[in-house]
């Protein structure tokens, strides 16, 4: 299994029909509503990662472009959202994250999720870390979600992350 990686730009209706099929298994919207929040939620540069299993596609996610204050310094970082599985329980979202952390690492850019409290054991399973409540200030309002890193270390007082949710 290996990770295609596409620009939002870059996208094709066969590669949007591989990306709604997998993500309405999760969040079953009709396809004009996925297509509007993909349209209106990525920019041209943010990516598309699939996991492709023998040339079909199994699993899913994008990553934005985003910037956080790190101690009041400004970094550009990759947020990670719309993580799923066309089947669950087949590794496939392991698959996916670790090649998706392998990119991160490449590209050198620290990763950022949000998530609920629930799916914190499958993302740390993957080497995200859980970012202490007191060291991340974010601008919407989000008591159930944890937010989760990959690639920052812990050298760090406090996180503050100003873009939208994702
Ligand atoms: C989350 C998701 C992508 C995981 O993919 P998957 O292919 O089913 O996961 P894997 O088969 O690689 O499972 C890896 C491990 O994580 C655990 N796990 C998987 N999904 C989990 C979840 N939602 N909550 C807690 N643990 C989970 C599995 O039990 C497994 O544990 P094990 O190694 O002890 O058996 C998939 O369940 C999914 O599509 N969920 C719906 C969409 C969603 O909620 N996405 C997360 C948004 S934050």
């Excluded at 996991?51 to 996610?61: E, Q, T």
Aim: a neutral charge; hydrophobic letters at 40%.
């Amino acid at each position: 299994m290996k990770i295609d990686v596409t620009q939002h730009c870059d996208i094709d209706v066969n590669l949007l029909k591989n990306i709604i099929e997998i993500k309405s298994v999760a969040w079953p919207y009709s396809v004009a509503n996925q297509i509007k929040w993909l349209s209106t939620n990525l920019k041209t540069s943010d990516f598309h990662v699939l996991l492709n299993d023998h040339g079909s596609y199994v699993a899913y996610l994008n990553l934005i472009h985003i910037d956080i204050l790190i101690d009041e310094i400004s970094k550009p970082a990759l947020g990670l959202g719309n993580v799923c599985a066309k089947e669950r329980g087949k590794n496939y979202g392991t698959e996916l994250m670790k090649s998706t952390n392998d990119f991160l690492l490449e590209n050198k850019r620290p990763g950022l999720l949000f998530c609920k409290e629930e799916t914190i054991g499958f993302y740390s399973k993957c080497d995200w870390e859980v970012i202490p409540k007191a060291k991340i200030k974010v601008s919407f309002d989000s008591p159930k979600i944890a937010a989760m890193s990959f690639n920052l270390g812990n050298q760090y007082s406090k996180i503050n992350y100003c873009g939208v949710s994702f």
